[in-house]
């Protein structure tokens, strides 16, 4: 069955550490991985995907298909960084859209 | 372009009524979706089209939720009749289906409460 898992629900960390949100997936074939994410009261947007191989706002994600995870890390978190952060994998033959989301971890970074 | 759409963006009514959540994708987007959003269970996908078809309504929760898409740009997400834990946020997103990796757009998404 596909399946994402968020372990932590609310991860707290200083401004200035390092912060590293968990995700895991379980998928039968070549998966498709997002990172989305929801500023408060703002809409739930994009933030990268792993197709991309791209740092979006200092974060980065990389695939690891042994470990079957894809977990958001930046350097130095910021302020501006807290949020709802979700992962999401893109599934199924015939179905290329179809978003399956963890159950999200919400960020919180302290002065 | 004012994104993806959804109205109302607040809605309170009494178990037992009739609930209608309504959703404008962006124009262009051949494909749309509804999730549900909790607290317990994260954002759910309900059902999703694709050319104003139904391909996945697996999500759906029981017979008391339907949903349509009577052209390109607009659809509805109906509760009939509504129970207390329908309690959420209903979020509708919109893509453009040209193969994988194409991101969803969301709209600010409807807060239902029902008493």
């Known amino acids: 069955a596909q399946r994402v898992t968020q372990p932590e629900k609310l991860l707290s960390v200083f401004k200035g550490a390092p912060v590293e949100l968990k995700c895991n997936y379980s998928y039968s074939g070549s998966p498709e991985l997002f990172w989305y994410v929801q500023y408060s009261r703002q809409r739930l947007q994009l933030l990268l995907r792993?197709?991309s191989r791209e740092s979006i706002k200092g974060f980065t994600a990389d695939l690891n298909k042994g470990e079957t995870s894809f977990h958001l890390k930046k350097p130095f978190a910021q302020e501006e960084d807290s949020a709802m952060y979700y992962c999401a994998l893109s599934g199924g033959r015939g179905a290329t859209n179809k978003l399956i989301f963890g159950t999200g971890t919400l960020l919180a970074v302290q002065p | 372009d004012a994104g993806v759409i959804q109205s109302p963006r607040h809605e309170v009514t009494e178990m037992g009524q009739e609930v209608t959540l309504r959703c404008k994708p962006i124009?262009?987007?051949?494909?749309l979706f509804w999730y549900r959003q909790t607290m317990m269970r994260g954002l759910e996908l309900l059902i999703y089209f694709n050319n104003n078809v139904p391909i996945d309504d697996s999500g759906m929760p029981e017979d008391r939720f339907s949903a349509k898409m009577p052209n390109a740009s607009f659809s509805t997400l109906k509760i009939q009749p509504s129970e207390p834990r329908d309690s959420a946020v209903y979020f509708c997103?919109?893509?453009?289906?040209?193969?994988?990796?194409?991101?969803?757009?969301f709209g600010d998404g409807t807060r239902l409460s029902i008493l």
């Open positions: 997103a919109s893509s453009l289906d040209r193969g994988p990796n194409q991101p969803q757009h």
């Open positions: 792993h197709i």
């Open positions: 124009s262009g987007h051949n494909s």
